[in-house]
Antibody, heavy 119, light 107 residues
Framework: QVQLMQSGSELKKPGASVKVSCEASGYTFTDYGMNWVRQAPGQGLEWMGWINTNTGNPTYGQGFTGRIVFSLDTSVSTAYLQISSLKAEDTAVYYC????????????WGRGTLVTVSS | EIGMTQSPATLSVSPGERATLSCRASQSVSSNLAWYQHKPGQAPRLLIYGASTRATGIPARFSGSGSGTEFTLTISSLQSEDFAVYYCQQYNNWPRTFGQGTKVEIK
Protein backbone atom coordinates (compact mmCIF):
# COMPACT_ATOMS: atom_id res chain seq x y z
CA GLN A 1 0.00 0.00 0.00
CA VAL A 2 1.34 3.39 -0.98
CA GLN A 3 1.43 5.56 2.11
CA LEU A 4 3.35 7.92 4.32
CA MET A 5 3.29 6.95 7.97
CA GLN A 6 4.14 9.69 10.43
CA SER A 7 5.24 9.39 14.04
CA GLY A 8 2.89 10.07 16.91
CA SER A 9 1.99 13.25 18.75
CA GLU A 10 4.64 14.97 20.84
CA LEU A 11 4.41 17.19 23.91
CA LYS A 12 7.55 19.22 24.47
CA LYS A 13 8.69 22.00 26.77
CA PRO A 14 9.97 25.30 25.40
CA GLY A 15 13.64 25.05 24.50
CA ALA A 16 13.51 21.31 23.80
CA SER A 17 13.89 19.62 20.42
CA VAL A 18 11.60 17.30 18.51
CA LYS A 19 12.18 14.93 15.61
CA VAL A 20 9.20 13.90 13.49
CA SER A 21 9.51 10.92 11.18
CA CYS A 22 7.74 10.10 7.93
CA GLU A 23 8.15 6.53 6.69
CA ALA A 24 7.30 5.84 3.07
CA SER A 25 6.02 2.51 1.82
CA GLY A 26 4.68 1.06 -1.40
CA TYR A 27 6.89 3.05 -3.76
CA THR A 28 10.53 3.79 -4.51
CA PHE A 29 11.50 6.39 -1.92
CA THR A 30 14.11 8.09 -4.07
CA ASP A 31 11.71 8.63 -6.98
CA TYR A 32 9.95 11.39 -5.05
CA GLY A 33 11.03 14.43 -3.09
CA MET A 34 9.65 14.96 0.40
CA ASN A 35 8.06 18.16 1.55
CA TRP A 36 7.08 19.37 4.99
CA VAL A 37 3.97 21.45 5.61
CA ARG A 38 2.88 23.11 8.84
CA GLN A 39 -0.64 23.84 10.04
CA ALA A 40 -0.82 25.97 13.16
CA PRO A 41 -4.03 25.83 15.23
CA GLY A 42 -6.90 27.39 13.32
CA GLN A 43 -4.64 28.30 10.42
CA GLY A 44 -4.10 27.13 6.87
CA LEU A 45 -1.28 25.15 5.35
CA GLU A 46 2.24 26.56 5.17
CA TRP A 47 5.01 25.02 3.09
CA MET A 48 8.20 24.64 5.14
CA GLY A 49 10.48 23.27 2.44
CA TRP A 50 11.57 19.99 0.93
CA ILE A 51 14.41 17.53 0.72
CA ASN A 52 15.71 15.84 -2.41
CA THR A 53 15.71 12.14 -1.58
CA ASN A 54 18.35 11.43 -4.22
CA THR A 55 20.94 13.95 -3.06
CA GLY A 56 19.82 14.68 0.50
CA ASN A 57 19.89 18.38 -0.36
CA PRO A 58 17.32 20.34 1.67
CA THR A 59 15.60 23.56 0.66
CA TYR A 60 14.02 25.61 3.41
CA GLY A 61 11.13 27.98 2.88
CA GLN A 62 11.04 31.57 4.03
CA GLY A 63 10.91 31.74 7.80
CA PHE A 64 12.01 28.15 8.21
CA THR A 65 15.76 28.49 8.49
CA GLY A 66 17.92 28.23 11.59
CA ARG A 67 15.97 25.87 13.86
CA ILE A 68 14.63 23.46 11.26
CA VAL A 69 16.54 20.52 9.79
CA PHE A 70 15.32 18.06 7.18
CA SER A 71 17.12 14.73 6.95
CA LEU A 72 16.77 11.25 5.49
CA ASP A 73 17.51 7.61 6.16
CA THR A 74 17.07 6.08 2.74
CA SER A 75 17.84 2.60 4.12
CA VAL A 76 14.45 2.69 5.86
CA SER A 77 12.68 5.04 3.39
CA THR A 78 12.19 7.65 6.08
CA ALA A 79 12.34 11.42 6.11
CA TYR A 80 12.78 13.43 9.29
CA LEU A 81 11.91 16.92 10.45
CA GLN A 82 13.83 18.19 13.45
CA ILE A 83 12.96 21.42 15.21
CA SER A 84 15.25 22.72 17.92
CA SER A 85 14.81 25.42 20.60
CA LEU A 86 11.06 24.89 20.48
CA LYS A 87 8.76 27.83 21.14
CA ALA A 88 5.04 27.92 21.91
CA GLU A 89 4.41 29.20 18.38
CA ASP A 90 5.85 25.94 16.97
CA THR A 91 2.70 24.21 18.21
CA ALA A 92 1.18 22.82 15.03
CA VAL A 93 0.41 19.75 12.99
CA TYR A 94 3.30 18.88 10.72
CA TYR A 95 2.65 16.98 7.50
CA CYS A 96 5.01 15.26 5.15
CA UNK A 97 4.00 15.22 1.50
CA UNK A 98 5.72 13.68 -1.47
CA UNK A 99 6.17 15.14 -4.90
CA UNK A 100 7.51 13.63 -8.09
CA UNK A 101 10.99 14.81 -8.93
CA UNK A 102 10.32 17.37 -11.66
CA UNK A 103 6.76 18.12 -10.55
CA UNK A 104 5.66 20.39 -7.76
CA UNK A 105 2.25 19.29 -6.61
CA UNK A 106 1.96 16.96 -3.63
CA UNK A 107 0.30 13.71 -4.61
CA UNK A 108 0.55 11.83 -1.31
CA TRP A 109 0.44 13.14 2.23
CA GLY A 110 0.92 11.76 5.69
CA ARG A 111 -1.82 12.14 8.31
CA GLY A 112 0.19 14.67 10.25
CA THR A 113 2.02 14.81 13.57
CA LEU A 114 0.79 17.14 16.30
CA VAL A 115 3.62 18.86 18.14
CA THR A 116 2.53 20.75 21.24
CA VAL A 117 4.99 23.06 22.96
CA SER A 118 3.94 23.95 26.46
CA SER A 119 5.53 24.42 29.83
CA GLU B 1 5.90 35.68 -1.97
CA ILE B 2 2.70 35.03 -3.93
CA GLY B 3 -0.43 35.48 -1.87
CA MET B 4 -3.29 33.05 -2.52
CA THR B 5 -6.77 34.22 -1.57
CA GLN B 6 -9.64 31.77 -1.42
CA SER B 7 -13.30 32.66 -1.34
CA PRO B 8 -15.62 32.21 0.28
CA ALA B 9 -14.16 31.17 3.62
CA THR B 10 -17.19 28.96 4.22
CA LEU B 11 -19.65 27.60 1.68
CA SER B 12 -22.93 26.06 2.82
CA VAL B 13 -24.30 23.64 0.26
CA SER B 14 -27.01 20.99 0.22
CA PRO B 15 -26.11 17.47 -0.95
CA GLY B 16 -26.61 17.18 -4.69
CA GLU B 17 -26.01 20.87 -5.32
CA ARG B 18 -23.09 22.42 -7.17
CA ALA B 19 -20.26 24.07 -5.27
CA THR B 20 -17.97 26.66 -6.81
CA LEU B 21 -14.77 27.61 -4.97
CA SER B 22 -12.47 30.44 -6.02
CA CYS B 23 -8.76 30.99 -5.66
CA ARG B 24 -6.97 34.16 -6.67
CA ALA B 25 -3.19 34.62 -6.90
CA SER B 26 -1.52 37.96 -6.21
CA GLN B 27 0.42 37.55 -9.46
CA SER B 28 0.31 35.12 -12.34
CA VAL B 29 1.11 31.49 -11.54
CA SER B 30 0.39 30.32 -15.08
CA SER B 31 -1.34 26.93 -14.71
CA ASN B 32 0.85 25.80 -11.84
CA LEU B 33 -1.95 25.40 -9.37
CA ALA B 34 -3.21 22.45 -7.35
CA TRP B 35 -6.31 21.82 -5.25
CA TYR B 36 -6.41 19.64 -2.16
CA GLN B 37 -9.21 18.26 -0.03
CA HIS B 38 -8.65 17.98 3.71
CA LYS B 39 -10.86 16.28 6.26
CA PRO B 40 -10.18 16.50 10.01
CA GLY B 41 -7.68 13.91 11.21
CA GLN B 42 -6.95 12.70 7.70
CA ALA B 43 -4.18 13.24 5.21
CA PRO B 44 -4.89 15.97 2.68
CA ARG B 45 -5.73 14.56 -0.75
CA LEU B 46 -4.63 15.91 -4.11
CA LEU B 47 -7.64 16.61 -6.32
CA ILE B 48 -6.39 18.73 -9.21
CA TYR B 49 -3.00 19.73 -10.57
CA GLY B 50 -2.01 21.86 -13.52
CA ALA B 51 -5.14 23.90 -12.72
CA SER B 52 -7.44 21.43 -14.49
CA THR B 53 -6.05 17.87 -14.47
CA ARG B 54 -7.76 15.47 -12.10
CA ALA B 55 -5.43 13.38 -9.99
CA THR B 56 -5.59 9.60 -10.14
CA GLY B 57 -8.82 8.23 -8.73
CA ILE B 58 -10.57 11.58 -8.34
CA PRO B 59 -14.24 11.47 -9.39
CA ALA B 60 -15.33 13.38 -12.46
CA ARG B 61 -17.62 15.60 -10.38
CA PHE B 62 -14.47 17.52 -9.40
CA SER B 63 -13.22 19.93 -12.04
CA GLY B 64 -10.72 22.75 -12.07
CA SER B 65 -10.37 25.70 -14.37
CA GLY B 66 -8.50 28.96 -14.78
CA SER B 67 -5.00 30.23 -15.41
CA GLY B 68 -2.90 33.23 -14.51
CA THR B 69 -4.44 34.64 -11.36
CA GLU B 70 -8.01 33.33 -11.27
CA PHE B 71 -8.90 29.71 -10.59
CA THR B 72 -12.04 27.76 -9.81
CA LEU B 73 -12.76 24.37 -8.32
CA THR B 74 -16.23 23.06 -9.10
CA ILE B 75 -17.92 20.12 -7.46
CA SER B 76 -20.84 19.39 -9.73
CA SER B 77 -23.07 17.46 -7.32
CA LEU B 78 -21.96 17.37 -3.72
CA GLN B 79 -21.82 14.01 -2.04
CA SER B 80 -21.73 13.51 1.72
CA GLU B 81 -18.05 12.61 1.56
CA ASP B 82 -17.19 15.95 -0.10
CA PHE B 83 -17.80 18.07 2.97
CA ALA B 84 -14.30 19.16 3.90
CA VAL B 85 -11.83 22.03 3.66
CA TYR B 86 -10.36 22.75 0.23
CA TYR B 87 -7.00 24.42 -0.34
CA CYS B 88 -5.41 25.80 -3.46
CA GLN B 89 -1.62 25.88 -3.80
CA GLN B 90 0.61 27.58 -6.34
CA TYR B 91 3.85 25.98 -7.43
CA ASN B 92 4.99 28.51 -9.97
CA ASN B 93 7.12 30.59 -7.62
CA TRP B 94 9.17 30.21 -4.46
CA PRO B 95 8.10 29.76 -1.77
CA ARG B 96 5.21 27.44 -2.60
CA THR B 97 2.12 28.97 -1.03
CA PHE B 98 -1.36 27.83 -0.09
CA GLY B 99 -4.64 29.65 0.21
CA GLN B 100 -6.30 29.84 3.60
CA GLY B 101 -8.91 27.29 2.62
CA THR B 102 -12.63 27.11 1.92
CA LYS B 103 -14.73 25.02 4.26
CA VAL B 104 -17.60 23.30 2.47
CA GLU B 105 -20.29 22.50 5.01
CA ILE B 106 -23.71 20.93 4.90
CA LYS B 107 -26.55 23.41 4.50
Amino acid sequence: QVQLMQSGSELKKPGASVKVSCEASGYTFTDYGMNWVRQAPGQGLEWMGWINTNTGNPTYGQGFTGRIVFSLDTSVSTAYLQISSLKAEDTAVYYCARKKLGDWYFDLWGRGTLVTVSS
Amino acid sequence: EIGMTQSPATLSVSPGERATLSCRASQSVSSNLAWYQHKPGQAPRLLIYGASTRATGIPARFSGSGSGTEFTLTISSLQSEDFAVYYCQQYNNWPRTFGQGTKVEIK
